[in-house]
């Protein structure tokens, strides 16, 4: 009988190995490609007080506080347990959508200021706008850069879930594959045991003696 969780992670079993063309296991991806995504999320409260103290606008505040909570809780995929990785993966499907309607926010964003900096002929207006129209335009180059790093880190996370549900650990460097093949081999060489152990008792007779 096959679970419900080999037919979700079962496009997931025999593709990857590791990332660096095999110098990083699939343990030290998921958290590679978490810790630069959280990385970037420092960058963003960066430029946030960067604009706090510049243009005195705190307009994201809870979208940086949702986007804090959504990107630190997906790392507890890293611990071995089944209920964790399906509450990271449900929180990363969350981080993702919130990142594309930041990325629709600072689009609009800079278009605004795009069309307000074509229609402006002063020097000092020109200059707000240009900081302005800098600071959102990297923030939304940053968060299409963050979609790509939850794309991937959702992959491996899938990947590492698969080879911990094979009896493997994520440390090595070793496709889901494998494990699977050396779980069926250990399957059926007991299973082959079993049935060998049980025709032997089936052959088993004593002798008695005639009275």
Not at 10 to 36: D, E, M, T
Not at 117 to 130: D, P
Not at 136 to 145: D, V
Not at 154 to 169: A, E, H, P
Request: hydrophobic share 45%; proline share 2%; net charge neutral.
């Amino acid at each position: 009988m096959v679970s419900i969780k080999d037919k979700l992670l079962s496009s997931h079993r025999s593709n990857v190995y590791s990332s660096f063309g095999g110098h990083l296991n699939v343990f030290y991806s998921v958290l590679l490609f978490n810790f630069l995504d959280v990385c970037i999320l420092c960058y963003f409260w960066f430029l946030f007080a960067n604009a706090i103290k510049q243009f005195d606008c705190n307009a994201f505040l809870v979208d940086m506080i949702v986007n804090s909570v959504l990107t630190v809780t997906p790392l507890t995929t890293l611990i071995k347990s089944d209920l964790l990785f399906y509450i990271a993966f449900v929180i990363n499907f969350f981080k993702f959508w919130h990142i594309c309607h930041i990325v629709g926010k600072f689009s609009g964003l800079v278009a605004f200021h795009s069309l307000r900096l074509s229609r402006t002929n002063q020097s000092a207006l020109n200059r707000y706008y240009i900081q302005r129209l800098g600071i959102y335009f990297n923030a939304m180059l940053f968060c299409l850069g963050r979609l790509v790093l939850i794309i991937v880190s959702v992959w491996y996370s899938l990947v590492l879930q698969k080879i911990r549900f094979v009896g493997g650990t994520g440390f090595e460097k070793k496709p889901a594959s494998v494990f699977e093949e050396e779980a069926l081999e250990e399957y059926l060489r007991d299973k082959d045991h079993t049935h060998t152990k049980d025709l032997d008792n089936a052959h088993e007779f004593t002798l008695e003696p005639i009275p």
